[in-house]
């Protein structure tokens, strides 16, 4: 079982930035694709952004490329999501998820491919 516990949201202006981190309790955190999905109030969760075990491959919705970076780091057993030029749009709790990856260079856009859900975090950009 893989404990996923997200940190790093808050409130934050337009044109602002936060750092989200996801820390795993899997000591074979390198075997597991990663995402993060968002939830915004009334509204289905939805893919933002996904990284493959080594790192080495990303995927973006569109609503956030050149904007969000996701990013991993193996020997901390954490993920992490960088938000930059953030809009009131981006309003949302956010999730992180993880799975198990044969593929060291696989990415996962669609929800039910995630096995492990952290507990999400809010992010508020306010206009």
């Known amino acids: 079982q893989v404990q996923l516990v997200e940190s790093g949201g808050g409130w934050v202006q337009a044109g602002g930035s936060l750092r989200l981190s996801c820390a795993a309790s899997e000591r074979t955190f390198s075997s597991y694709a990663m995402g993060w999905f968002r939830q915004a109030p009334g509204k289905e969760r939805t893919f933002v952004a996904a990284?493959?075990?080594?790192?080495?491959?990303?995927n973006y919705a569109d609503s956030v490329k050149g904007r969000f970076t996701i990013s991993r780091n193996n020997a901390k057993n954490t993920v992490y999501l960088q938000m930059n030029s953030l809009r009131p749009e981006d309003t949302a709790v956010y999730y992180c998820?993880?799975?198990?990856?044969?593929?060291?260079?696989?990415?996962?856009?669609?929800?039910?491919?995630?096995?492990?859900w952290g507990q999400g975090t809010q992010v508020t950009v306010s206009s």
């Open positions: 998820a993880a799975t198990y990856s044969f593929g060291s260079n696989y990415v996962y856009t669609a929800q039910p491919n995630y096995s492990y």
């Open positions: 990284i493959s075990r080594s790192g080495g491959t990303t």
